[in-house]
């Protein structure tokens, strides 16, 4: 399976933008990327997801390197309520099945 | 938007003890729903497909007769903890619905 490589944590300041990584570089030609977002004691929340060009919706955007092995969550003004634990996260396009990685908690200092 | 309803929030039971968790897609039909556990600071893991009308796919290592799954309508998936112990203590999650994918709140399994 697919896997993804995110940094453990990342801490960023209030009302800044934030760019969160992510590695698949064995992801195939048909793997959706999806990012969501968990905080404690609560199901995952959805941000964003895309298959091969750029993405922008109202709470983040996604940006997909050209090779599809790396991509980067963009939070373009992060707020207190930002803090959580962010996967990124690769979808089997057979099945729609979620393989999570391990995440990435992010600190927002006010 | 589209919600995933699950319930109960959080139980307590003592050992040897069944539970059942209600995973409920509220304003949309889910022919697939799937169901995962979460242990404290770990991701979460897949443990089953749910599938409307037919027999759930298992991940490997999941029990299927511990963990018994029934999604007998499109709006309803059930999964059954049989014959609970300590070690099935978790937070356990469903989701439904393709791109994007709507989860509950999650279920808190304490066993005695």
């Known amino acids: 399976d697919a896997k993804t490589t995110q940094p453990n944590s990342m801490e960023s300041n209030e009302e800044e933008p934030v760019h969160l990584p992510c590695n698949h570089s064995t992801i195939s030609g048909t793997d959706y990327i999806h990012w969501y977002r968990q905080l404690p004691s609560q199901g995952p929340e959805y941000v964003i997801h895309g298959l091969t060009s750029n993405v922008n919706n109202r709470m983040a955007s996604l940006a997909i390197a050209e090779d599809r092995k790396s991509s980067t969550l963009i939070l373009h003004r992060a707020t207190l309520r930002d803090a959580a634990v962010y996967y990124c996260?690769?979808?089997?396009?057979?099945?729609?099945?979620?393989?999570w990685g391990a995440g990435t908690k992010l600190i927002i200092k006010p | 938007g589209a919600v995933v309803s699950q319930h109960p929030s959080w139980v307590i039971c003592k050992s040897g003890t069944s539970v059942k968790i209600e995973c409920r897609s509220l304003d949309f039909q889910a022919t697939t729903m799937f169901w995962y556990r979460q242990f404290p600071k770990q991701s979460l893991m897949l443990m089953a497909t749910?599938?409307?009308?037919?027999?759930?796919?298992?991940e490997q290592g999941v029990e299927k007769d511990k963990f018994l799954i029934n999604h007998a309508s499109l709006t309803l998936s059930t999964l059954t903890v049989t014959s609970a112990h300590p070690e099935d203590s978790s937070f356990y999650i469903c989701?439904?619905?393709?791109?994007?994918?709507?989860f509950g709140d999650g279920t808190r399994l304490s066993i005695l």
């Open positions: 996260i690769l979808e089997r396009d057979s099945n729609y099945q979620l393989i």
């Open positions: 989701s439904a619905g393709r791109r994007p994918q709507h």
């Open positions: 749910s599938n409307e009308g037919s027999k759930a796919t298992y």
